[in-house]
């Protein structure tokens, strides 16, 4: 094995990542035990919910993919872990195409035919009720990213293969969007997992603020998990660097994770 480096993901990857997130979620409370009650019994359906939801997200123009890859004994190129990070706030919508663009109907199309693919491959592992627990809880606690907290660059996702972790991997992922968040003078944040929050913390999330299972009506309440940690910008004499702007509409600064696939 080389030295594993970070790159962005093609969307042909996508089922590669598929399965290292459905390997590394595949014990969660929440993606496991939640949403998956069936896992054992079709350990392989796991990975269709991964990849329904990243072939919808991969084009949302907002999100950037970044991969862990290092080669296995043959020389080939793997993908051991993968930090899907959201720009929310003003910077987003400016990475966004314009509106006539026509690569903006690829995220329609593609939650389309996401829909078509559930009805012929189903995904016997997932209770129905709760697959889209965490689409469904977003817009409860979305008001957290509002004010000095509105721009942000947001982790949605972080997994690690089970035999690359404990390697620095994760750390590595996080501190690409940490670095992006800097350079930008806005903060970074992310909604940690049961037994996460050290980890958040010892990589550089500094601040805890607010959860994930917050707001009325939000269906992640009876999860243990969601502890949102943050990484503010450094403050420069008695003035915070880029921080300017405050949420006049909060609807727009919810991320909002995949749309039914
Ligand atoms: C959580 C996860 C992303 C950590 O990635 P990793 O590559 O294993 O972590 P690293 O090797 O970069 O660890 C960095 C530091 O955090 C520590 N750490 C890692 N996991 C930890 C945990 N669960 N609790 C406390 N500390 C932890 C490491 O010991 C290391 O500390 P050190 O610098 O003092 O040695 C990875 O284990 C994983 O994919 N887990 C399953 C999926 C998941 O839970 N994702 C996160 C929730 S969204």
New binding site residues.
Partial sequence: MSAPKLRYASYSELPEIAHV?AL??FD?NLFGDIVHPHRNQFPNDVDLYWLRRARVNFWDYRWRWVVAVDRDKNGKEVIV?IAQWERLGDGGKKMECWWFDPRNLLKPLSCTAMGLHTLIWPNRASDPIDEDIVERAYPCFGDVWSGERAESWY?E??????D???????????KWGLDRAEEEGICAS???????????Q??GFEEQYGNAGEGEGNPLAKVETGNMFWKMPKLSGQMTVGTAQTATDNSSQVPKGSTGA
Avoid: I, N
């Fill in positions: 997130m590394a979620f969660d872990g982790l996702y972080l997994a690690l293969h089970p690359f972790q404990g390697k620095g991997l994760g750390r590595m992922l996080v992310v909604a940690s997992t049961r037994g996460k929050d050290r980890f958040y010892k990589v």
